[in-house]
């Protein structure tokens, strides 16, 4: 349902084609053709596994490309079901209980994924992800003005990364139908990538979302 804010726009493309395939038995051909050999490996292992009903250990780097691998092919079993294992195996991993607040907003579970981001806020408050994914699970508590503090605060902490941080922000503002504050991320995102028609798109329907339909008008006609 939220799991959108978390893919970046290449990763999406990947799995949008791969993501239902049967590791087990595809071709290195077809799946090298996108995904790197280390990544078709660990998810193997893993889905090895589960099939075999055993316990592998596994490093922080290779649960990181399993979680990331299942949430953006939007199979949050399977995505909870790494992330718990990799935090028993990895308690102190920052990524690793990121990755799992991300999993539990995926999941609707809100209040348990606030949790672990005040604490990782704590350990590392210069990470924008951890208020990125912060403000997600306000917003998805109904808090607004809370969600978007948190995304102003991210966007002050990355400049080299500005462009992806709006569009996490833009996706989590869009799945929660919030798009009278969608707007001003968007028009900043456009502004950083006016070439990319997509956001023109976005930001045409917020405004008619909005009831703004001359701007909306505008918009869709570029």
């Known amino acids: 349902m939220f799991i959108i804010y978390f893919m970046l726009k290449m990763d999406y493309i990947k799995c949008y084609y791969f993501c239902n395939q049967d590791f087990t038995g595809m071709e290195?051909?077809?799946f090298s053709f996108l995904y790197e050999e280390e990544l078709k490996?660990?998810?193997q292992k893993f889905e090895r596994m589960k099939k075999n009903n055993e316990n592998y250990f596994f490093d922080v780097i290779e649960f990181e490309s399993i979680i990331d691998y299942y949430i953006e092919c939007n199979n949050s079993i399977k995505a909870f079901e790494a992330a718990t294992l990799a935090t028993e195996q990895h308690p102190n991993s920052v990524s690793i209980q990121l990755r799992k607040a991300r999993v539990l907003l995926d999941k609707g579970r809100a209040v348990e994924a606030l949790r672990i981001l005040k604490k990782l806020e704590n350990i590392e408050p210069g990470n924008h992800e951890v208020?990125?994914?912060k403000g997600t699970a306000l917003g998805i508590l109904g808090d607004i003005q809370g969600a978007k503090k948190m995304f102003?605060?991210?966007l002050t902490l990355d400049s080299d990364d500005t462009?992806?941080?709006l569009f996490s922000i833009t996706s989590v503002l869009q799945n929660l139908n919030y798009y009278e504050y969608l707007i001003p991320y968007l028009q900043k995102l456009i502004s950083l990538e006016p070439d990319f028609y997509a956001h023109l798109y976005d930001l045409a329907?917020?405004?008619e979302k909005t009831g703004d339909f001359e701007?909306?008008?505008s918009f869709y006609l570029k």
């Open 41 to 43: 490996k660990a998810v």
């Open 163 to 165: 462009g992806n941080i």
């Open 131 to 133: 208020y990125v994914a």
């Open 215 to 217: 701007n909306s008008i």
């Open 205 to 207: 329907y917020a405004y």
């Open 28 to 30: 290195d051909d077809k």
């Open 152 to 154: 102003d605060f991210a």
